[in-house]
Nanobody
Framework: QVQLVESGGGLVQTGGSLILSCTAP????????MAWYHQPPGKQRESVAA???????NYSGTVKGRFTISRDNTKNTVYLHMNNLKPEDTGVYYC????????WGQGTQVTVSS
């Protein structure tokens, strides 16, 4: 069973920063595009950032210029540096591959107060 483990969430004020981390099994991480997904309260989960095995990145319009995704292939870990956080960034953040694996992790809660 694939085990994705996210961490790093918390409560911050508008304009604050957080760094999320996600570890994945080596066989899943190594050859796949890894992405961070955001699920706002009561809404569907959507991809906000993705990184290929060689480091090419892509961002949704809502986070471009504020969030940075990166990966450490030696640690099977993907990161999301979140800057200039806004209340609409509140929600649970998950990592997964693209296309997604059916076994999602527990996610990490990010709450941005206004």
């Amino acid at each position: 069973q694939v085990q994705l483990v996210e961490s790093g969430g918390g409560l911050v004020q508008t304009g604050g920063s957080l760094i999320l981390s996600c570890t994945a099994p080596k066989n899943i991480f190594r050859l796949n595009v890894m992405a961070w997904y955001h699920q706002p309260p009561g809404k569907q989960r959507e991809s906000v950032a993705a990184v290929t095995p060689v480091g090419s990145t892509n961002y949704s319009g809502t986070v471009k210029g504020r969030f940075t995704i990166s990966r450490d292939n030696t640690k099977n870990t993907v990161y999301l540096h979140m800057n200039n956080l806004k209340p609409e960034d509140t929600g649970v953040y998950y990592c997964n591959t693209i296309p997604t694996n059916s076994n999602w992790g527990q996610g990490t809660q990010v709450t941005v107060s206004s």
